[in-house]
């Protein structure tokens, strides 16, 4: 049994990790699963749980015994992991990049709930007016479409998966740092060596993981949560992470060579000291502008 939400994206990724199942003589059904990122969208998402609001609900169904796995966005799954749960396999990545839908040749009203594709936008052109916007791939397009908005940044991966071709331009990853292990798909599994070990020996793919993980590692030195403007690419063992002010007026970006999850952790240890003043102040700006 495959927990997953209900979204068209969700659904689509599933569906790619059925098919694979299938080719290798596994038969899956299918359960869905409501999250409270799918229930709660009127307020952004670092106001309801950040990163894992997306997951929690399938990991508790998983630990339920209501299902064997469930399908993800790498990126939607937090840092600290519930007992009896593990990523068992990670997906050959697709497109890590950002990519700005839009009609316009030079928009300026740009809808975008993310603190880092915000501060990121504005460090390219100040005069941009970035406003908050929620919900999944079809809503936000209709609301784009409705005339709420000059453009939307989505992932390109997510536009790839549901083969919705529309308007616009892919935005550089080396100017525009993706979100830590945007564009991957993983599989997270009760914890059972078994199980986890079958689903790895059909799905994974190695250079996806180690990047991946390199990613995760540097992050999760780093810290920072979901209000912090963060990006972190790593391709073939190249690194590039950088940490925005909100208004994306400053930054800081290192680059570096890993080969393994100890050096990233010692980057990150490092980039978290340089990178500690933006984080303690994007922190304290959205804690009083939220009433908190």
Same mark, same amino acid.
């Given at each position: &049994?495959?927990?997953?939400?209900?979204?068209?994206?969700?659904?689509?990724?599933?569906?790619?990790?059925? %098919?694979?199942?299938?080719?290798?003589?596994?038969?899956?059904?299918?359960?869905?699963?409501?999250?409270?990122?799918?229930?709660?969208?009127?307020?952004? $998402?670092?106001?309801?749980? =950040?990163?894992?609001?997306?997951?929690?609900?399938?990991?508790?169904?998983?630990?339920?015994?209501?299902?064997?796995?469930?399908?993800?966005?790498?990126?939607?799954?937090?840092?600290?992991?519930?007992?009896?749960?593990?990523?068992?396999?990670? $997906?050959?990545?697709?497109?890590?990049?950002?990519?700005?839908?839009?009609?316009?040749?030079?928009?300026?009203?740009?809808?975008?709930?993310?603190?880092?594709?915000?501060?990121?936008?504005?460090?390219?052109?100040? #005069?941009?007016?970035?406003?908050?916007?929620?919900?999944?791939?079809?809503?936000?397009?209709?609301? $784009?479409?409705?005339?709420?908005?000059?453009?939307?940044?989505?992932? #390109?991966? =997510?536009?790839?998966?549901?083969?919705? #071709?529309?308007?616009?331009?892919?935005?550089?990853?080396?100017?525009?740092?993706?979100?830590?292990?945007?564009? *991957?798909?993983?599989?997270?599994?009760?914890?059972?060596?078994? +199980?986890?070990? *079958? +689903?790895?020996?059909? +799905? %994974?793919?190695?250079?996806?993981?180690?990047?991946?993980?390199?990613?995760?590692?540097? &992050?999760?030195?780093?810290?920072?949560?979901?209000?912090?403007?963060?990006?972190?690419?790593?391709?073939? =063992?190249?690194?590039?992470?950088?940490?925005?002010? +909100?208004?994306?007026?400053?930054?800081?970006?290192?680059?570096?060579? $890993?080969?393994?999850?100890?050096?990233?952790?010692?980057?990150?240890?490092?980039?978290?000291?340089?990178?500690?003043?933006?984080?303690?102040?994007?922190?304290?700006?959205?804690?009083?502008?939220?009433?908190?």
């Amino acid at each position: &049994m495959i927990g997953t939400r209900g979204s068209a994206l969700a659904l689509a990724q599933t569906a790619r990790v059925q %098919e694979r199942l299938g080719k290798a003589g596994i038969e899956t059904t299918v359960r869905l699963v409501a999250t409270a990122g799918d229930t709660v969208t009127g307020v952004p $998402l670092h106001e309801i749980g =950040g990163q894992g609001v997306f997951v929690r609900a399938l990991d508790d169904a998983i630990r339920r015994g209501e299902c064997d796995l469930a399908v993800h966005s790498m990126k939607d799954i937090p840092a600290q992991r519930p007992e009896g749960v593990v990523t068992a396999a990670v $997906l050959q990545r697709d497109s890590p990049a950002d990519f700005l839908v839009t009609p316009n040749k030079a928009p300026r009203v740009i809808g975008s709930s993310s603190t880092r594709r915000r501060a990121q936008l504005l460090r390219h052109d100040p #005069e941009l007016d970035v406003r908050g916007i929620r919900g999944n791939v079809g809503t936000r397009l209709k609301k $784009l479409a409705g005339g709420s908005y000059d453009a939307i940044v989505l992932a #390109e991966a =997510g536009l790839e998966r549901l083969a919705i #071709e529309v308007e616009g331009r892919r935005l550089d990853p080396a100017e525009f740092v993706p979100a830590t292990n945007q564009g *991957t798909i993983a599989v997270v599994s009760r914890d059972d060596p078994e +199980l986890a070990a *079958t +689903l790895a020996g059909v +799905l %994974e793919d190695p250079a996806s993981r180690r990047d991946t993980v390199l990613e995760r590692a540097v &992050m999760e030195e780093l810290g920072g949560g979901c209000f912090t403007p963060i990006g972190c690419w790593c391709r073939d =063992g190249r690194l590039v992470a950088e940490v925005l002010s +909100l208004d994306g007026d400053r930054w800081v970006r290192r680059e570096a060579s $890993l080969s393994d999850e100890a050096g990233a952790r010692a980057f990150g240890r490092a980039f978290r000291d340089e990178t500690a003043h933006l984080v303690r102040e994007a922190y304290e700006r959205l804690r009083l502008t939220d009433g908190g």
